[in-house]
């Protein structure tokens, strides 16, 4: 299990979303796990390892990495795009529950096609607009949530090149050196950047499909 | 997702490319997605590591390699790749998008729609005109910005292509000014001069495809200003239609030849 297998999972879902869900699912793949499998986590490989120290105190730098990185940017990252991705599958379920019960009627009878019910698009409307909906809340919930975390841990985005740590076993106030933090703080404000764009597109998407139902609901009034 | 998934994506894209975009594909990934995955990237996987700084003090050559290396090539050329692959995808989508219009169509019922089955709405391969020619060209134009854009950001952020041996540091907390020597220089300007190399044959084929796309518009335009009327009857249709099968096996026959699978 692994970024190829959400991608196919993932892709299952694309065919049931709107256009902006289908550049959302795009971006997604490309500009953040592509960027973080084939480019980031060569930049974080050697964090710990190139961690420096001006001490000879052994546990020192063990001591003053895991304060200053509780949980490492990679990782975050991870997450982040785990916790993103799994709304869309409150819609990949739906779609197949809606399915089954089509399936389900047709053995009872009903005179329904099956080839043509596994290639249906479903239309995103009554109960399935309200899951597909929710997913996009949740999604914006989670990438929210993820940006203030790393803001707050890392107290803002800058990776810096010198961090002076007093935790014990260190002598004093040790100065401590970070592994490519010019690089880090590239690949940081890139990922954010692509993070708010995927966000800009979940609330466009929002509007959409508030606005569709609403004009519905005015025609059937009128 | 990784250089596979990405050439599994495009290689759908290939279908509906001009001969010169099928060439700059090919080019694409042989010569660069290729070359970085098999040989750049070991030749700057112990470019840390084997930095080294002539001095004792401790966090010296963290701060030398941050300062001479802001951005690894590597890296920079992983962006580079994907930055100039994803215009393709505007493509793609605007492709996705017709196919789809036509299915509706086709399920409507629509007369107008002269598709005998839906499968073969979904293996035609569209021709470049209309607003499909706005989206082609506008992607290449992407292209081109994007590729000159990186070639810029390498030649201002290294000072030129090449990698030197020994470098001069005095960036705190290095005592005065200490050298450093960078891991395995030769070969990294070799291959930093090889990719630039392809960069520029890259920019090449997107120029010559800009200029052959535009010399088929402006042509094609006055054709249409010389013979103002034309106009598509009932036996031109067919004569139309047997030029266009005509095309697509001569352009099947093409695909064979240079393309990806799909």
């Not at chain 2, 960036?171 to 930093?192: G, H, I, L, M």
């Not at chain 2, 090449?204 to 088929?216: D, F, M, P, S």
Request: glycine fraction near 4%.
């Amino acid at each position: 299990m692994d970024w190829g297998t959400l991608q196919a999972v993932l892709g299952g879902v694309n065919k049931h979303s709107t256009s902006i869900g289908k550049v959302w699912l795009t971006v997604l793949f490309i500009f953040r796990i592509m960027i973080l499998v084939v480019a980031a986590e060569r930049v974080w490989g050697d964090e710990q390892q190139d961690f420096v120290c001006n001490t000879l105190q052994p546990g020192c730098r063990n001591v003053c990495y895991d304060h200053f990185f509780p949980i490492s940017h990679i990782r975050l990252w991870a997450l982040q795009l785990i916790f993103v991705s799994t709304p869309a599958l409150l819609v990949a379920m739906h779609v197949a529950y809606t399915r089954h019960e089509k399936k389900r009627r047709f053995r009872n009878g009903e005179k329904i096609d099956t080839e043509e019910l596994k290639n249906e698009k479903i239309h995103i409307r009554g109960p399935l607009w309200w899951t597909y909906t929710s997913s996009i809340f949740f999604r914006i919930v989670f990438e929210a949530v993820f940006m203030y975390v790393f803001y707050y841990m890392y107290d803002g985005y800058q990776m810096p090149r010198l961090v002076k740590c007093d935790a014990w076993p260190c002598p004093n106030t040790v100065d401590c050196f970070v592994s490519r933090p010019t690089e880090k703080t590239t690949f940081t404000i890139f990922m954010l950047a692509v993070s708010g764009i995927c966000m800009m597109l979940n609330l466009a998407e929002l509007c959409y499909l508030v606005i569709k139902i609403c004009m519905k609901e005015s025609r059937k009034t009128t | 997702m990784d250089w596979g998934a990405l050439h599994t994506i495009l290689g759908g894209v290939n279908k509906h490319s001009t001969s010169i975009g099928k060439v700059w594909l090919t080019v694409l990934f042989i010569f660069r997605i290729m070359i970085l995955v098999v040989a750049a990237e070991r030749v700057w996987g112990d470019e840390q590591d084997d930095f080294i700084c002539n001095t004792l003090q401790p966090g010296c050559k963290n701060v030398c390699y941050d300062h001479f290396f802001p951005i690894s090539h590597i890296r920079l050329w992983a962006l580079q790749l994907i930055f100039v692959s994803t215009p393709a995808l505007l493509v793609a989508m605007h492709v996705a998008y017709r196919r789809h219009e036509k299915k509706r169509q086709f399920r409507k019922g629509d007369q107008k729609c002269e598709y005998k089955d839906i499968e073969e709405i979904r293996k035609q391969r569209f021709r470049i005109e209309g607003s499909l020619w706005w989206t082609y060209t506008s992607s290449i134009f992407f292209r081109l910005v994007f590729e000159a854009v990186f070639m810029y950001a390498f030649y201002f952020m290294y000072d030129g292509f090449r990698m030197p041996r020994l470098m001069k540091c005095n960036a705190w907390p290095c005592p005065n000014t200490v050298d450093c020597f960078v891991s395995r220089p030769t070969e990294k300007t070799v291959f930093t001069i090889f990719m630039i190399a392809v960069s520029s044959i890259c920019i090449l084929l997107n120029v010559a495809e800009l200029c052959y796309l535009l010399t088929k518009f402006f042509l094609r335009r006055s054709k249409k200003a010389g013979n103002p009327k034309h106009h598509p009857n009932h036996e031109n249709k067919e004569e139309t239609k047997q030029n266009e099968m005509n095309e697509l096996i001569s352009d099947s026959c093409q695909n064979t030849v240079i393309g990806f699978s799909s």
